[in-house]
Nanobody
Framework: QAQLVESGGGLVQAGDSLRLSCAAS????????MGWFRQAPGKEREFVAG???????YYADFVKGRFTVSRDNAKNTVYLQMNSQKPEATAVYYC????????????????WGQGTQVTVSS
């Protein structure tokens, strides 16, 4: 049974940086594409950033140039570095795993973490 555990969330001010981590277990991590999603109150879960099993990265337009996704296959961990935070980034952030190919769609990912709250104050 796959398990994903996010950490690193918290309260920051606009313009600050934050790095989220997601530790994976129970799956062959190096064979999985990983994604970061977020869900704000009253809104649908949306794609933020992703990284393929080989390390190629892709981003939602609203985070390009500010967020960086990376992975360490030796540690079974994926990271999301968030710079220049904006108040509209306030949400619960989730990591997700998908075997083999990458995707930006929520329903393509099979395994999810419990989420970590990120709050950006203005």
């Amino acid at each position: 049974q796959a398990q994903l555990v996010e950490s690193g969330g918290g309260l920051v001010q606009a313009g600050d940086s934050l790095r989220l981590s997601c530790a994976a277990s129970g799956l062959t991590f190096s064979y999985h594409a990983m994604g970061w999603f977020r869900q704000a109150p009253g809104k649908e879960r949306e794609f933020v950033a992703g990284i393929t099993w080989s390390g190629n990265t892709y981003y939602a337009d609203f985070v390009k140039g500010r967020f960086t996704v990376s992975r360490d296959n030796a540690k079974n961990t994926v990271y999301l570095q968030m710079n220049s935070q904006k108040p509209e980034a306030t949400a619960v952030y989730y990591c997700a795993a998908r075997f083999s190919s990458s995707s930006t769609r929520v329903y393509d990912f099979n395994d999810w973490g419990q989420g970590t709250q990120v709050t950006v104050s203005s």
